[in-house]
């Protein structure tokens, strides 16, 4: 029975909430080893509030012991409990990952902040609007990175001003926090943009959000970003060209980039440019020279588009026969498993 149907607890239900809650401090704390998350959903959607100052509580001490896991086992329980009423603390919890411990990514915080804004849109839009021009960085990108889960069309303005922030975490919320760029061609056009920006992990973040949606003349954007000095960035534009250039007029052009890619210094650029490659849907002859690869995970990515493209492409046969005598088992099974795989 959902959040929803249940309203008040059940007679009883309010010892049973307890029992649980209780289960959850000591799954917390360590004491309890066991899977915790049929307890988050029974106390989470439970109906009974006497739960929440006790949960309240716990997340704000998980937080300062620096106990992500109980934090974040508090933060799904608020979410659910409380949702919009949650979410004020359940945003500042992750303002603070974001400028904390490099152990700690705040994704499944993340997630809690995701469930409080689809039980109550409304009422998260308008904790989230105000902390947008707030001087707190930390809190601002939080706002900005929840503003995707409650976006309205004027939102973008905002996003457009904070896409030139000098702070690269504020840009690379704004990021997050676009619209689909085939929804809106003021977004395709912000995502180009940043295409350009000083700090990598925005530059990067750009080329994945074009890369599943944008059209084909997207690819004279990436193109420069072959070239680009950080090996990351190159590694994802080589899928990204493969995806955007198939069934196009840059087909030629995006081929050319990503032979060149496949000789990079950097594995995860090879690799994504072997996956740039099967994604084209042309000859794969540049591929023959990565059957040597020294990485066997590079191998590994070969045999694995060389498995799709058998049908389409008969020389991968052959490759895949080489593949199927590699040094490494993974390698030799995906090449061998696709050569027994009738026609």
Not at 57 to 83: P, Q, S
Not at 225 to 238: E, F, H, I, K, T
Not at 294 to 301: A, N
Request: charged share 25%; hydrophobic share 45%.
């Amino acid at each position: 029975m959902s959040p929803a149907d249940q309203g008040a607890a059940r007679p009883g239900g309010g010892e049973l909430t307890q029992a649980a809650l209780a289960d959850l401090f000591r799954h917390a704390d360590g004491t309890l080893d066991d899977d915790p998350w049929p307890l988050v959903r029974q106390v989470a959607g439970s109906g009974d509030h006497s739960a929440e100052a006790p949960v309240r509580a716990a997340l704000r001490r998980y937080a300062r012991e620096r106990n992500w896991y109980g934090r974040d086992l508090m933060a799904h329980v608020l979410a659910g409990l409380a949702g919009a009423g949650g979410f004020p603390l359940l945003l500042r919890a992750y303002a603070d990952a974001l400028r904390g411990d490099r152990d700690d990514d705040g994704e499944r915080l993340g997630r809690a902040l995701g469930i409080a804004m689809s039980v109550d849109r409304a009422g998260c839009r308008a904790v989230i609007l105000p902390l947008l021009a707030g001087e707190d960085p930390a809190l601002r990108t939080a706002a900005l990175w929840a503003l995707r889960g409650v976006f309205e069309p004027p939102d973008l303005e905002t996003l457009r001003a904070a896409l030139a922030d000098p702070d690269p975490a504020v840009r690379r919320a704004a990021l997050h926090a676009l619209p689909r760029v085939d929804h809106d061609p003021l977004a395709y056009e912000l995502v180009v943009a940043a295409l350009r920006d000083p700090d990598a992990e925005a530059r990067r973040h750009a080329v994945l959000l074009l890369a599943w949606s944008a059209p084909p003349a997207v690819v004279d954007h990436l193109m420069p970003l072959a070239a680009d000095p950080v090996s990351y960035v190159r590694s994802a534009v080589g899928e990204a060209l493969g995806r955007r250039a198939a069934g196009s007029d840059r087909i030629p052009a995006a081929a050319a980039a990503l032979r060149e890619l496949l000789a990079d210094e950097a594995p995860s650029v090879r690799a994504g440019a072997i996956r740039g490659l099967g994604l084209l849907g042309g000859p794969l002859d540049a591929l023959t020279s990565r059957v040597e690869d020294p990485d066997w995970w590079i191998r590994q990515t070969l045999a694995e588009v060389l498995a799709v493209a058998l049908r389409r492409w008969p020389p991968a046969r052959p490759l895949l026969v080489r593949l199927a005598d590699d040094s490494n088992p993974t390698v030799r099974y995906t090449a061998t498993k696709a050569l027994s795989t009738p026609a």
